[in-house]
């Protein structure tokens, strides 16, 4: 997976998994844009992910998740809950303001 977290008045923490950088997905009226230059930061382990956005919840920070597996990591931390997924061609992504 991919963190970078773009420090700003409040932080924004943008998580992928690393097989969707770059790529676009459509489905109707709806569009799911993985920039690299949003989404790509440093590659990190599922622990470093969870540890990231464990730490980052507390500093009032805003996320942009895209992908099963970094999805899945937000689920198990409690940042986001199932409620708050959506899917544009297949593909989970939450927006989370804090």
């Given amino acids: ?8 008045y409040r932080d924004v923490v943008a998580i992928c998994d ?3 950088i770059g790529k676009k997905f459509e489905e109707g009226n709806f569009q799911l844009d993985v920039k690299e230059n949003f989404f790509k930061g440093r590659e990190a382990s599922t622990e470093e992910v969870s540890k990231i956005m464990k ?7 805003t996320f942009n998740i895209v992908g ?15 409620q708050g997924i ?13």
């Fill in 1 to 8: 997976m991919f963190v970078n977290v773009i420090k700003s």
């Fill in 18 to 20: 690393k097989e969707l």
């Fill in 55 to 61: 730490e980052m919840k507390l500093e009032d920070s």
């Fill in 68 to 82: 099963e597996k970094s999805i899945k990591i937000a689920l198990e931390t409690g940042i986001i809950t199932k």
């Fill in 86 to 98: 959506g899917k544009i061609d297949g593909i989970p992504f939450a927006l989370v303001l804090i």
